[in-house]
């Protein structure tokens, strides 16, 4: 039984193995059209105004012989259209006139390609070519030729493609006449010697999707308000131009524009709120133009734009937090503008954001470790910003970020190990910031990382005292000492007040040491101030600094190794507290106030700013007792 269904199984595959041959066999094979494929009409007039090209282009001439033209070379027939493309780079020649005698209606020529002879072809552009009624492509690239562009091509009204790039001997105007052009869906004209302005009366060009004029000289004036009327454009490029005023406001009518470039131009004024009404609108380059104000809030309703190219512009204010909108923004360029302002913390939720670039702006603050959920960040350039603070650890969840640019900055501390962990990092730009310590371990250990700072930061040259740890400079000591002495005659009173007030951030300590003796008949009254100011030390740390500990003195006082004492005459300071000693110098008595008093013959003098002075007391306790006597 089982080998009766193996055998039917094996059958039934054979069978359909030679149905499938047989219907393959039978399937029509796809050919080339020939010239039999047209009409008499259509082979005749076609025939005559591919024999023009043939004689205004000798080498091409020579090989199309015969009537059988769509054999020749450079010559693709799929009836009813033929086409003309590929023509070799080592020909030469022009554009010919067309004939006279031709029907045109039955000529079948609708797409002309000359992008391959490049040099070759030279001349001008025809006015005779406003015949060919068929035609709906040219196509001329790094061409020769020069001239203008003839106002009569207006009547070929079923051309839907139109490309002259870097054929830069044109010069001339932008004809108006071609408003008439109503199939026109394609115009892209580059790298000319154009003049005049832009038409308003394309603007009846309403198929058409694509206009570039891309350096294409001298065209001046203004983009014309009434191009509002295009409602099938899409892509729109007028770039390094000489065209000024402002954006007209008008456009916020095209509704279908997904693309605006209008670089390295004079453009000036504002960016249109009104814009925010364009919900097509993806992709807006405005590098390098005069470009001003500020960032408009409103453009938050822009949910489709990726790509805003804003370098090179007079923009200021602050980067709207309300940006964050933007949900499908992926390149961000402001560099070289004036912006200012903090960097919202808020951007942290664009979560298509590829490529930011605020390098030589004005923007200050911190770098938010917020931008942490930037998993989609490639490229973030700071350079040349006053941004300051530290490098955020968090930063390492980047996970997609590849070059962080944040040389001359003013950014200070260590560099965090953390950023190792950061997958695809292949570029870190330090140079020119305040950070301390060493290039860590597992940076030098990553594959593929470059990072650029200053050499005292790596390897051997990067020494132990550099890391980031707390110092303090103290500067030279300005003692200012007034003496007065006053003597009375009875009741004998002495008082001698000395006053110590030291300064020393974070601590300020204020010691007052009053001593009275009564000794008939003479009353001197000598009163010492001294003052001692040190202006705050210089201090580099990376973290807080430690809460200040005040130790209780004990029978055995001992030195602190990091406070100097300022009480003269002391040897041990109490504790970390620099104006009150624990135990005094020979020749010195620790008094209740912490301070050290000298004895003297005759007297004794409450020291507590240096000996010079406890002279100086001393001799006027003396003096007035020997006038008493």
């Known amino acids: 039984m089982a080998q009766c269904v193996r055998r039917l199984v094996l059958a039934a595959t054979l069978a359909a193995a030679v149905a499938l041959l047989l219907c393959t066999s039978s399937a029509p094979v796809a050919r080339a059209a020939g010239t039999g494929d047209f009409t008499a009409a259509q082979r005749t007039h076609t025939l005559a105004v591919l024999q023009a090209f043939g004689r205004a282009i000798p080498e091409l001439g020579e090989k199309w012989t015969g009537n059988d033209f769509c054999s020749w070379e450079a010559v693709l027939c799929n009836a009813p259209d033929v086409s003309v493309s590929g023509i070799s780079p080592t020909y030469a020649g022009t554009l010919p006139e067309m004939p006279v005698g031709v029907d045109y209606r039955h000529v079948m020529i609708k797409q002309l390609d000359f992008s391959k002879m490049g040099l070759g072809l030279s001349g001008t552009l025809p006015d005779s070519w406003s015949k060919l009624e068929g035609l709906t492509s040219l196509t001329l690239s790094d061409c020769g030729m020069g001239g203008t562009l003839p106002a009569s091509w207006s ?146 309703a822009l949910t489709r734009v990726d790509h805003l190219h804003l370098e090179g512009t007079k923009l200021s204010g602050t980067l709207p937090p309300e940006w ?193 003796t009564t000794k008939p008949p003479t009353t001197p009254t000598t009163t010492t101030t001294t003052t001692t100011t040190k202006p705050p030390a210089a201090t580099t740390t990376e973290a807080p600094a430690e809460p200040t500990t005040t130790a209780t003195p004990t029978n055995t006082p001992t030195p602190a190794p990091e406070t100097e004492c300022e009480v003269d005459g002391c040897e041990v300071c109490e504790g970390d507290f620099a104006a009150r000693c624990a135990r005094c110098r020979e020749d010195y008595f620790l008094t209740d106030e912490k301070t050290c008093l000298v004895y003297c013959d005759g007297g004794v003098a409450a020291v507590s700013s240096g000996v010079a002075a406890a002279a100086v007391v001393c001799v006027a306790v003396l003096f007035s007792v020997g006038l008493a006597a």
């Open 155 to 300: 009547s070929m009204t079923r051309l839907t493609e139109l490309r002259i790039e870097r054929c830069g001997f044109f010069s001339g105007t932008l004809p108006p006449e071609w408003s008439s052009m109503k199939s026109i869906q394609f115009v892209d004209l580059r790298v000319m010697k154009l003049s005049g302005t832009l038409p308003p009366q394309w603007s009846s060009m309403t198929s058409l999707d694509t206009l570039s004029l891309r350096d294409v000289g001298e065209i001046t004036g203004t983009l014309p308000p009434e191009w509002k009327s295009m409602k099938s454009i899409l892509y729109l490029y007028v770039t390094k131009s000489r065209i000024s005023g402002s954006l007209p406001v008008e456009w916020s009518e095209m509704t279908t524009v997904r693309e605006f470039s209008f670089r390295e131009s004079p453009l000036a004024g504002p960016l249109p709120p009104q814009w925010s009404s364009i919900k097509t609108l993806r992709r807006v380059y405005l590098a390098n133009t005069d470009i001003s104000g500020t960032l408009p809030s409103s453009w938050t």
């Open 324 to 516: 964050i909108s933007m949900s499908s923004l992926a390149q961000l360029f402001l560099s070289r503008s004036l912006v200012q302002g903090t960097l919202p913390p808020q951007w942290s939720a664009m979560k298509k954001l590829t490529q930011l670039l605020l390098d030589d702006t004005l923007l200050s603050g911190t770098l938010p470790a917020e931008w942490s959920a930037l998993q989609s960040l490639v490229t973030l350039q700071l350079s040349g910003s006053k941004v300051s603070g530290t490098l955020p650890p968090q930063w390492s969840g980047m996970s997609k970020a590849q070059s962080l640019q944040l040389q001359d900055c003013d950014l200070s501390g260590s560099l965090p190990s953390s950023w190792s962990a950061i997958p695809m990092l292949a570029s870190v730009s330090l140079k020119g910031n305040k950070f301390c310590g060493c290039v860590p371990d597992s940076w030098d250990q990553k594959a593929g990382l470059v990072v650029d700072i200053e050499d005292k930061h790596k390897g051997s040259d990067c020494l132990a005292g550099k890391d980031c740890t707390t110092t303090t400079t103290k500067p030279p000591t300005t003692t200012t000492t007034t003496t007065t002495t006053t003597t009375t005659k009875p009741p004998t009173t002495t008082t001698t007040t000395t006053t110590t007030t030291t300064t020393k951030p974070p601590t300020t300590t204020t010691t007052t040491t009053t001593t009275t």
